[in-house]
């Protein structure tokens, strides 16, 4: 499995940016995976933002993005989303999509779980 990120760049706070992530080399159909993004500012550690589970269901966001954010899938185009508005200066950080087949919802946040990532695309909120 191969995830390629893209949509990131420079914004103004309280805009909008859209990520996207397409998976390429799936041995299974897309809807079967999980889909994830994470991210990832200078001198912290990686942390959870949105994830899209198999075959639907409600999606789950970390506490910092709800409401803001927003992580939709087109499962005929292999590809996810990132919808990402009012942002802000503290949601600058290099996003990074995941991926995996075999994860429980109460593991969605965790970023071991998963045994695919993309490369990452870097966001820049300025103030």
């Known amino acids: 499995v191969q995830l390629q990120a893209s949509g990131g760049g420079l914004v103004q706070a309280g805009g909008s940016l859209r990520l996207s992530c397409t998976a390429s080399?799936?041995?299974?159909?897309?809807?079967?995976?999980?889909m994830a993004w994470f991210r990832q500012a200078p001198g912290k550690e990686r942390e959870f933002v949105a994830a899209?589970?198999?075959?639907?269901?409600?999606?789950v966001y970390a506490d910092s993005v709800k409401g803001r954010f927003s992580i939709s899938r087109d499962n005929a185009k292999n590809t996810a989303y990132l919808q990402m508005n009012s942002l802000k200066p503290e949601d600058t950080a290099v996003y990074y999509c995941?991926?995996?087949?075999?994860?429980?919802?109460?593991?969605?946040?965790?970023?071991?779980?998963?045994?695919?990532w993309g490369q990452g695309t870097q966001v820049t909120v300025s103030s």
């Open positions: 080399r799936l041995t299974y159909s897309s809807s079967s995976y999980t």
């Open positions: 995941a991926t995996d087949r075999t994860l429980i919802r109460s593991s969605f946040g965790a970023a071991n779980a998963y045994d695919y």
């Open positions: 899209s589970g198999r075959y639907g269901g409600t999606p």
